[in-house]
């Protein structure tokens, strides 16, 4: 019998564009189809046969947690240490998006010949879709400083080259960096490849969400009307420090900066649809997981992390590189409260109601506690999607964004704000 594919996880809206189900299927009948900003997976049915091992894969269709007590403590996950830290070295420290950290456990861990190889970004051109791609330990050395490696992308990327490298060098010890959804489908793919887990090292990334690639055109026509851009760094400490500013490059023009502000108020609208029912924020399936230090303590103009060990095999990597790295002990708890995870659990609530949607008995968030009714969340939902939408179109229909970024900011009548309020709790109610 014939099974499904992932064409099912573009139906609902629930790609990432990761990749991993095109690196895997082993008849290459996947390729890109660009649709609503994001770069989906379009199946050749001429030569598909139905293997179901692109769909087996997918971490669009859900995701499993061990559950630890609260939903808060099942999606922190497993913690055998926990530390702000920044490398010691302060030309990689400054190039990088924050601490260094990653760039520094990759460079050392390479250079030591712990690890063959590693897979990351090599391009802050957001014209094509970004891949990952292997760097080995000839091209990392004193180099490193000057590659595209470092720093921080916010957008989709795909892992398609790693899947299908280690299809062929099954013996290879690799270092994968990636966002939880990445993280998931490489472990995904690795074990129905039959491959050993141990020779991998992966570091997860903190992750509130990604942009869909319609930004850069919101931001080119918004900041750089009259010249294409030829990159962009989402984040970038030249300007004043971190947690740092956008910095654009037009095309034979001069880089010019935007503040972080600008940001943080485009991912109300350019959020790929699945974002929205990730409560994966810390990574819990990576070996080591790591983002930007909002703790309060240790915090730095040159940028810091905080860091989750989480395995063993990330216990030895770090122990491998803590040499290279200042490093302070801190507790889970403090980078719980700094990364808003209460907040970030809403995710939950809108994952229910989206499965609720799709039927079938799906579930996006497998084994965190529920704490609150999903229906409290409709209406949020709903406005939110409506954002979401807006962005989708937006290389299509520029002023659907216009349209509502303008309801947006216009005042709400308090009057009609109660009423609704009175008719949403009379309608649960009476469910």
Known sequence: MEQETVYTTVQAGLCCGCGICKGICPKGCISWDKQNGLYVPKIDEKFCIGCGLCVSVCPGLGQNYETAGTAADTVTGSVLGCFNAWSKDSALRNVSASGGVVSTIIRELLTSGVYDGAFCLDSYDYRDQLKTRLYTTEEVGTRWNESNAPKSRYLPVSHEKAIMY?????????????????????????????????????????????????????????????????????????????????????????????????????????????????????????????????????????????VIIRTQIGVSAWAAAKDLLEIRDICIE??????????????????????????????????????????????????????????????????????????????????????????????????
């Open 166 to 306: 280690i299809k062929t060098h099954r013996n290879t010890r690799l270092i994968f960096v990636g966002t939880s959804c990445a993280i998931r489908g490489l472990q995904a793919a690795i074990k129905k490849l039959n491959l050993e887990r141990t020779q991998y090292l992966f570091i997860g990334l903190f992750c509130d969400k990604v942009f869909n690639y319609n930004v850069i055109s919101y931001f080119e026509d918004t900041y750089s009307p009259d010249a294409p851009l030829e990159a962009l760094h989402f984040k970038n400490k030249e300007s004043g420090g971190w947690p740092g500013d956008m910095k654009f490059f037009p095309k034979d023009g001069k880089p010019f900066y935007r503040p972080l502000a600008d940001r943080t108020k485009a991912k109300a609208y350019f959020v790929p649809e699945r974002c929205i029912y990730c409560v994966d924020k810390l990574n819990v399936c990576a070996d080591i997981s790591l983002g930007d230090n909002y703790t309060g303590k240790d915090e730095s103009k040159l940028g810091s992390n905080s």
């Open 334 to 431: 403090e980078i719980q409260q700094a990364q808003a995870l209460d907040w970030r659990l809403d995710n939950l609530y809108f994952g229910d109601l989206k499965a609720e949607q799709i039927g079938n008995g799906l579930d996006l968030n497998d084994g965190v506690p529920r704490e609150k009714e999903p229906e409290l969340f409709t209406q949020d939902l709903k406005n939110g999607l409506k954002k979401l939408r807006a962005g989708a179109v937006y290389d299509i229909n520029s002023t659907e964004l216009q349209k509502q970024i303008r309801k947006d900011n216009k005042k709400p009548n308090p009057a009609v704000k109660f009423v609704k309020r009175c008719y949403s709790y009379i309608k649960r109610r009476i469910k």
